[in-house]
Every structure is written in C-alpha cells, then in structure tokens.
C-alpha cells in the first residue's frame, strides 16, 4: 500500500498538479463545482423526502434533481482523486481524509440502492423521511470533512 501511494505521490501527473501554475486550481475549481453540484441538488431533494414542500411533485423533482446529483458526484470523484494523488501519502495517514472516504462510500452506496429498489418514489413516508435524513446528514458531514481537511495535519 505504502509503495502505491509512493507511486501515485511521484507520478508525472501528480508532479505537473503540484507544480503547474494553473493545474491545481483549476482542478480544486471542477472539484467545488462537483461538490457545489451534488450537494445544492442533493438537499432541496433530501428535504422533499423529509416532508417539506409536500405540494411539489417528488417525481418532477426527482427527474431533474437525481442526474444534476449523480453528475456532481462524479465530478467530485474524478476531481477528489486528482487532489489526492498530489499529496498521497500524506492523506491516506489522516484519519479525517478516511472519515470523509468512508462517508463517501456510504452515501454513494445508500443512493444506489435507493435507486435500485425505487425507494424514492414508491417507499411509504417514513422510510422515504430516513432516507432524505439520512443522505442529507451524509453529503453535508462529507462537505465539513473536505473543507476541514486544509486546517488538519501540516
Ligand atoms: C473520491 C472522492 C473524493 C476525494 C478523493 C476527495 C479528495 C479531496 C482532497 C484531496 C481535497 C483537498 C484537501 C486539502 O488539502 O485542502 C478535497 C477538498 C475538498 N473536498 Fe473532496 N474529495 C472527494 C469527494 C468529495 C465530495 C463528494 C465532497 C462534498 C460533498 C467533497 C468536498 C470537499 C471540500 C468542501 C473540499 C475543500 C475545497 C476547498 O476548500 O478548496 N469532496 N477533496
């Protein structure tokens, strides 16, 4: 494991991120835009399965707001993993990067299998008012972790 992040770490791509002048930024941009995306889609929708807007159709929502998430989110990794590379080692030691990985992989995995049961729309109100509260409380503590990342380790 220690000689993959070493390798990641001293990769040519990991080697132009940090040094580029513009390399880095533009991918910490498309990373908040990622994340800007999941996030600004995920709550009104988490919301609505929580019982606000009762009024507004769930599957109208849900039409738009569900890609709009999913593509945030695969931004967020593409772009996660490009600021990972450059400093490899030293996150993979930090117990907040794993924390944030962690809830990463649960919530993704929680989407999917609310997508793959239909549970969005076919679930009765309880269950559909966990499943906003939970996803919502998932993404927003990822958010924390991220942007708390740059005041932890050096
Ligand atoms: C595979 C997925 C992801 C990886 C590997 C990843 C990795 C990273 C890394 C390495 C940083 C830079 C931390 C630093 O030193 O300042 C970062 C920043 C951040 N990430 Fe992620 N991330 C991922 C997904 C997400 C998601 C899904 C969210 C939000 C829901 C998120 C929110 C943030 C935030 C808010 C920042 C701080 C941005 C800034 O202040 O410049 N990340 N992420």
Known sequence: MEALLDALYG???????????????SVNAAHILGLSLLVGSIVPLDLRLA????????????????????????????T??????????EYAALPLFLVKMALVAFGAAHALVVHATRALLHAGAEARRRIG?????????VLVCGRLLAFVGD
Do not use: H, I, K, Q
Request: hydrophobic fraction near 60%.
């Open 11 to 25: 990769s040519a791509l990991a080697e132009w991120l940090r040094f580029s002048r513009w390399g880095y930024a």
């Open 51 to 78: 019982g606000a807007w009762r009024n507004a159709p769930l599957e109208v929502l849900a039409r738009v707001l569900v890609p709009t998430a999913a593509g945030g989110l695969a931004l967020a990794l593409v």
């Open 80 to 89: 996660g993993s490009l600021l990972f590379v450059t400093r490899a080692p």
């Open 133 to 141: 509260l939970v996803s919502m409380a998932t993404w927003v503590t």
